[in-house]
């Protein structure tokens, strides 16, 4: 399995971005996508989910509203749409995957940087 996330950019304050994550090496039928960040001196976050198929999607409170997860039908990417950036944003984005029944996400993608200035 590999996850390769892009979409690293430095925006400011309002500004908005799209993430990327390419999921490849077999089908993903079953599992479940998600987005987590992680700051400089902080614990990794959270931020948003998406169920492979039937597309729920599930979100932090500190994104509801903000970020959008989404999987265009018949494709293997994973989009985390950042809208409405706050400096507080700024961290290492990752995505990862983990069995719809398992409470632990077994694989990661290796990172992208969102740098959002004041």
């Known amino acids: 399995v590999q996850l390769q996330a892009s979409g690293e950019g430095l925006v400011q304050t309002g500004g908005s971005l799209r993430l990327s994550c390419a999921a490849s090496?077999?089908?993903?039928?079953?599992?479940?996508m998600g987005w987590f960040r992680q700051a400089p001196g902080k614990e990794r976050e959270f931020l948003a989910s998406?169920?492979?198929?039937?597309?729920?999607?599930d979100y932090a409170d500190s994104v509801k509203g903000r970020f959008t997860i989404s999987r265009p039908h018949a494709t293997s990417t994973v989009y985390l749409q950042l809208n409405s950036l706050r400096p507080e944003d700024t961290a290492i984005y990752y995505c990862?995957?983990?069995?719809?029944?398992?409470?632990?996400?077994?694989?990661w993608g290796q990172g992208t940087e969102v740098t959002v200035s004041s």
């Open positions: 998406l169920r492979w198929n039937g597309g729920r999607t």
């Open positions: 090496g077999r089908t993903f039928s079953g599992y479940i």
């Open positions: 990862a995957e983990r069995f719809f029944a398992s409470a632990n996400y077994s694989y």
